[in-house]
């Protein structure tokens, strides 16, 4: 059964790079038939796709994080990882990892993780 | 530009039909084939209901089904049951110069 698990700090302080690391495990999956991806929920609100990369490291940002935002794969160590520079409190959010079910960056997410909440508090 | 437009909440009672509706533009729902539907219990992984507008992934019931018309996409929920209370949001791509995928705001859906 593959399993996605999140990583990282639950605490970043304003102003600072949020670093959070996705590890998959579990029965062996072609990567290159997936995009790995990152979704983020502030508490209350809706869910926002953040982003996805490719095995080659190709990446796709939605538009309004696209300046702050970076993902990378590693492929030899089943991680892909998610940075978020200079944040702030509305980065405040429960963080998903999540594969797609294609190998199209905007397939549909059908594996997930648990999630990881992140607050930026000083 | 704005998330995709769902119902806030909807309700039903048990073996009740109910339908939820997710509303965007021709740069995203109405011009492509790419909408997707996700259940998210409370503390549980979020869970892929619908892929490519109506498509069940394997072990997804077939009381969820799935359809667009226009810039509308719609997800069904036949034979109501318990466990079927949970958010559900749809999600989209979205063309521009600089495409990506689009969430809906999510509706919380409750069985009386």
């Known amino acids: 059964q593959l399993q996605l698990q999140e990583s990282g700090p639950g605490l970043v302080k304003p102003s600072e790079t949020l670093s959070l690391t996705c590890t998959v495990s579990?029965?062996?999956?072609?990567?290159?038939?997936?995009?790995w991806g990152w979704v983020r929920q502030p508490p209350g609100k809706a869910l926002e796709w953040i982003g996805t990369?490719?095995?080659?490291?190709?990446?796709y940002y939605t538009p309004s994080l696209r300046s702050r935002v970076s993902i990378s794969v590693d492929i030899p160590k089943k991680q892909f990882s998610l940075r978020l520079s200079s944040v702030t409190a509305a980065d405040t959010a429960r963080y998903f990892c999540?594969?797609?079910?294609?190998?199209?960056?905007?397939?549909?997410?059908?594996?997930w993780g648990l999630g990881t909440m992140v607050t930026v508090s000083s | 530009q704005p998330a995709l437009t769902q119902p806030a909440s909807v309700s039903g009672s048990p073996g009740q039909s109910i339908t939820i509706s997710c509303t965007g533009t021709g740069s995203d729902v109405g011009g492509y084939n790419f909408v997707s539907w996700y259940q998210l219990h409370p503390g549980k992984v979020p869970k892929l209901m619908i892929h490519d507008v109506s498509h069940r992934p394997a072990g997804v019931s077939n009381r969820f089904s799935a359809s667009k018309s226009g810039n509308t996409a719609s997800l069904t929920i036949s034979g109501l049951q318990a466990e079927d209370e949970a958010d559900y949001y749809c999600a989209s791509y979205r063309s521009g110069d600089y495409p990506h995928v689009v969430f809906g705001g999510g509706t919380k859906l409750t069985v009386l």
């Open positions: 579990g029965v062996s999956t072609s990567v290159s038939s997936h995009c």
């Open positions: 999540a594969r797609t079910n294609g190998g199209t960056y905007y397939d549909a997410f059908d594996m």
């Open positions: 990369v490719y095995e080659s490291g190709s990446t």
